[in-house]
């Protein structure tokens, strides 16, 4: 639906605008530009989710109380009088930011550009004039994203609709020199230039009018040393039909939002570069400023008052500290609060000490530490300094292998000893030196001879400060991070971290059908002589909103010389619909196709446990990278490896070169060495060592698992193996009877044991069924890695109670059947009594020869005998329909009671109650109907109806009429086929 009218409308009126309610918009937009195929890169996203998050009480809020948030600098319309916070408005045709850099460090490994922030200078357009009408409003994004790895700073901007909540963009609104994404948003990417720090960066948005249409601007100027590179690099015209008299104005409002929702509002932030991510900043040292066109002055003149963080942008960062003096803001590490700085804070105050290195500081606001409003403050070593605005504050650090430290209402000064020693693990583990090695390593010195050797099994979840969120759901924090590394170090026990997030996210969470917990993951980036071995549980979900993004659960990036050896992967990625292998993974390498990695991927499996909502969502291993070997892995049938022929961050053609096998079928006790770690054995107790199995005894060589893998073949694929599972009874009576379903197949014993034979690698779902008064929480998955592995059911004696079933509705004496409990009882009287104890228990009441339909409910036992009353509902009898007249294989129908009938034979069979139906019959082309219309009454027994045909060789007459059948009968089938789905 257009988002704009064709012909000029009356001011305020926006014809063809679809207003979309705010807890859908997200996934719409998202949705949009994932059917393009665009790269999330070029989408800087509004914050969706604060539409509409304002105050009535004359006067906006900030969308952002807590990071992670765009922080930088914003003026949003509010300042602090004598009476409190007030709203005023200001309109200006030119807004400037200023970043001022001397340094930044960042690392973000849920990006496709790790390294890299963002600086968005970002401002509403208001009464742009679009055919006439100057009702409009854009929101105008002039942007850099810049890299601390290569030093490369690439100019983009973003226009988006904030004239309703529908946010459409027509290709007829606007054009310049970039592109208009239909339906969506405009785009266009600018220059790239080399420049390190420090620099100067100042972005420009100038609206002027050119022949009566709306103009906005993209300038820039960057100041390197001495060298100064100033520019226009996009002009936008609105199609204002030369009819625009004055031109729009950027609009500061605290007073009421947009019609979009969200607020006018000029914002210059730091970000995550594209897509609603988000970006951990560990150091940056500078300053900000925003600017507005002064008419009078014919200047820029500072913002009149200023927070620290945006509003309307939807990427974040984490782990700046702003301050400020005069009307300028300073940039730190430190905690991501957010609070007003000039003239809306009254003035600051200055938080110093130490504490232990290789720990974590959180700041919270108040005399009494929160985790809620808690920011994580990153700092030096030891030492750490953090700008704040006057008020109260508390402290925590936490530190693996010690107790966490708290420190409520902290001085100006404050020094944290070391806590006592737990050897518990709670916190993410950092590793990108010397030092932080040998903090969590156990032996070792990091050598080939000698490795680290480190552990990190949990025996507690990670501290819910860690839990940390931004508005698209992108999280803060993985669990494990080895960072350009390359001591020899083995991770034993590398299993994700689970974590618990807070009560602040469960509204997001619960609105994308997410649970409150999940499992941290692992990056290992520019690493290499890692090994990853034993984890039992590599797991974690992904949210839809990262759709685009490059995740997964263990992440191997620009890393050689690694081992990934004998863990267990569950895919666990909360996405819906189809299956988008370059997105969501349990297993990523990246590297150049023309770097050999040489990693090695052995003994791991991918059960695929659990699966989307919609089918098999995920990818077990991804492979973007050469020179690697992969081989005695297992996979089921619903997992895959994925080895695509082009390059996932830059969408150029590559080809890969990795061995999915060893160059020839080998012994079983063939054995590589690999950091250390002797490798032999077969995954699956076959006999032989040579490629991985792939899930299906179907698998033929070589295999390029259907054609996922583009580049290479796995030659010597491991054949499945017939083997049994055995399930053995604990703590029933001998001679008792119980049942074992799996994967499908009953399997009834009065022993002690029930051997299940398997034709297949992997997991083996199961649920146990025992007599009434025996339970036994028993079910789930048996994860067989060889044969006649022995799964232990123990199951208790309870009480029991008779439960009386009464037929209330039955009176022929026939066989009725109840299904309770996983068992099926019959009778041939009005009672049926089944023992059962406590507990709520679903049933099913029917009677064949279905005479009666099915009665289903629930009943619970709670220490006394009952009767359960079960009325049957009318009883159904047959009505036949014949049709007599019509040549063999006629097509026809008859619509009964408002519901059609359709047949190609004589006869049409239907159950019906007791009543009087109508019924209409179709006219067949060259027939007539005996009766157009009948009435169909039954009473107590079956009824048969004939219906007479006579050819009347008038098929002019009946061709209408045929046409007319045939749509009928068309959406019948169809409206069949829909409900098959």
Do not use: C
């Amino acid at each position: 639906m257009a988002a704009f009218p064709l012909h000029a409308s009356p001011a305020g009126v926006h014809h063809y605008e679809t207003n979309v309610p705010n807890e859908s918009q997200e996934g719409q937009i998202l949705s949009r530009i994932g059917s393009l195929n665009l790269s999330s890169r070029y989408a800087f996203l509004p914050n969706f989710n604060a539409m509409n998050d304002y105050s009535s009480a004359g006067h906006i809020t900030i969308t952002y109380p807590i990071s992670p948030a765009p922080m930088g600098v914003s003026d949003v319309g509010l300042k602090n009088s004598s009476s409190g916070i007030v709203p005023y408005s200001i309109n200006t045709t030119g807004v400037m930011g200023v970043a001022d850099l001397n340094s930044t460090q960042v690392f973000y490994p849920y990006d496709d550009q790790p390294y890299s922030f963002a600086v968005q200078l970002n401002a509403v357009l208001h009464g742009v004039d679009l055919f006439g009408n100057s009702s409009y409003s854009f929101w105008t994004q002039n942007v850099v994203i810049y890299s601390t790895r290569t030093h490369q700073l690439t100019f983009i901007d973003n226009i988006w609709n904030f004239s309703s909540q529908a946010f459409n963009m027509t290709p007829n609104a606007l054009h310049g020199d970039g592109k208009l994404v239909p339906g969506v948003y405009y785009y266009d990417i600018g220059p790239t230039m080399n420049v390190s720090f420090p620099f100067i960066l100042e972005l420009y948005l100038n609206s002027t009018l050119q022949n009566g249409n709306d103009v906005v601007y993209f300038n820039y100027s960057l100041h390197n040393g001495k060298v100064i590179r100033p520019g226009v690099y996009d002009k936008v015209t609105f199609n204002s039909s030369e009819e625009a008299s004055s031109p729009a104005e950027f609009m500061i409002s605290g007073y009421s939002p947009s019609p979009s929702g969200l607020l006018y509002d000029a914002e210059m932030a730091i970000t995550g570069p594209g897509g609603g991510s988000n970006v951990d900043v560990y150091e940056i040292n500078g300053t900000m400023a925003l600017y507005l066109y002064n008419t009078t002055s014919a200047s820029f003149v500072p913002a009149a008052s200023a927070y620290d963080a945006g509003v309307d942008t939807g990427e974040t960062s984490y782990g700046i500290d702003v301050g400020w003096y005069g009307h300028t803001a300073t940039l730190q590490p430190g905690p991501s609060l957010v609070y007003g700085l000039w003239n809306v804070s009254g003035g600051e105050r200055r938080i110093s000490g130490s504490a232990e290195p290789y720990g974590y500081i959180f700041v919270s606001p108040g005399t009494q530490f929160s985790n809620i409003s808690a920011s994580w403050a990153p700092y030096n070593g030891t030492h750490f300094s953090f700008v704040l605005p006057d008020g109260d504050y508390s402290i925590a650090v936490l530190r693996n292998f010690y107790q966490p430290e708290y420190v409520n209402n902290v001085s100006d000064s404050a020094v944290l000893l070391k806590s006592p020693r737990t050897g518990e693990i709670y916190t993410p583990v950092l590793i990108e030196n010397y030092s932080e090695a040998i903090f969590y390593a156990f032996s070792g010195n990091g050598t080939s001879e000698n490795p680290f050797i480190m552990s990190f099994g949990q025996s507690v979840s990670v501290s819910s400060l860690f839990g940390v969120l931004n508005d698209y759901l992108f999280p803060v924090f993985p669990g494990i991070s080895i960072i350009n590394v390359d001591y020899h170090m083995d991770i034993e026990n590398a299993s994700s971290f689970r974590i618990t997030y807070g009560t602040q996210y469960e509204g997001m969470l619960n609105g994308h059908g997410l649970s409150d917990t999940n499992w941290m993951g692992i990056v290992l980036y520019g690493t290499s002589n890692v090994s990853i071995v034993g984890g039992l549980n590599i797991t974690g979900w992904f949210p839809e909103t990262m759709k685009g993004f490059i995740v997964a659960n263990l992440m191997v990036w620009n890393s050689s010389n690694d081992l990934i050896a004998d863990n267990i992967f569950y895919s666990v990625h909360a996405i819906s619909g189809e299956l988008q292998p370059p997105y969501y993974s349990s297993l990523l390498i990246y590297g150049r196709n023309s770097t050999n990695e040489n990693n090695t991927v052995w003994g791991n499996y991918f059960p695929d446990q659990y699966v989307s909502e919609n089918g098999n969502g995920t990818v077990g291993i991804f492979i973007d990278s050469s020179g690697n070997l992969i081989y005695n892995n297992a996979f089921t049938q619903y997992d895959i490896a994925y080895s695509p022929d082009f390059n996932i961050y830059t969408d150029s053609n590559a080809t890969y070169h990795d061995n999915w096998n060893i160059s020839s079928v080998e012994p079983v006790n063939y054995t590589i060495s690999v950091d250390g770690f002797d490798l032999n054995g077969s995954i699956v107790d076959g006999g032989y060592e040579g490629g991985n199995y792939w899930g299906s005894p179907l698998i033929t060589p070589p295999w390029n698992e259907s054609g996922y893998i583009q580049s290479g073949y796995d030659y010597h694929p491991l054949v499945y193996f017939i083997y049994e599972l055995s399930f053995v009874i604990h703590g029933l009576p001998t001679g008792a009877s119980w049942e074992i379903v799996a994967d499908g197949i009953y399997y009834v014993s009065s022993g002690r044991y029930i051997n299940v034979t398997e034709f297949n690698f992997g997991n083996t779902t199961y649920a146990v069924f025992l007599p009434p008064g025996y339970i036994s929480s028993y079910s789930g998955y048996a994860l067989s890695y060889k044969n006649m592995s022995v799964v232990n059911v123990y199951v208790k004696q309870v009480m029991t109670y008779g439960i009386v079933f009464r037929a209330m509705n039955y009176v022929r004496n026939e066989t009725w059947y109840l299904d309770i409990a996983g068992n099926l009882y019959s009778s041939t009287s009005q009672d049926l009594i089944v023992n059962l104890p406590n507990g709520t228990y679903s049933y099913s009441v029917f009677a064949p020869p279905n005479n009666y339909t099915a009665v289903s409910g629930y009943v619970s036992v709670n220490g006394r005998s009952i009767i359960v009353n079960v009325t049957f509902p009318e009883e159904l009898y047959t009505v036949v329909i014949r049709e007599t007249g019509l040549p063999a294989g006629s097509s026809w129908y008859v619509v009964i009671d408002g519901r059609a009938y359709y047949s190609n034979s004589t006869t049409i069979s239907i159950l019906l109650p007791n009543g009087q139906y109508p019924a209409q019959f179709a006219r067949i082309p060259g027939y007539r109907a005996s009766a157009q219309s009948a009435s169909i009454v039954v009473n107590d027994q079956p009824v048969q109806y004939i219906e007479t045909y006579t050819y009347s060789g008038n098929y002019d007459y009946y061709l209408g009429a045929g046409i007319i059948i045939g749509a009928m009968i068309t959406a019948f089938v169809f409206f069949i086929d829909r409900r098959r789905r």
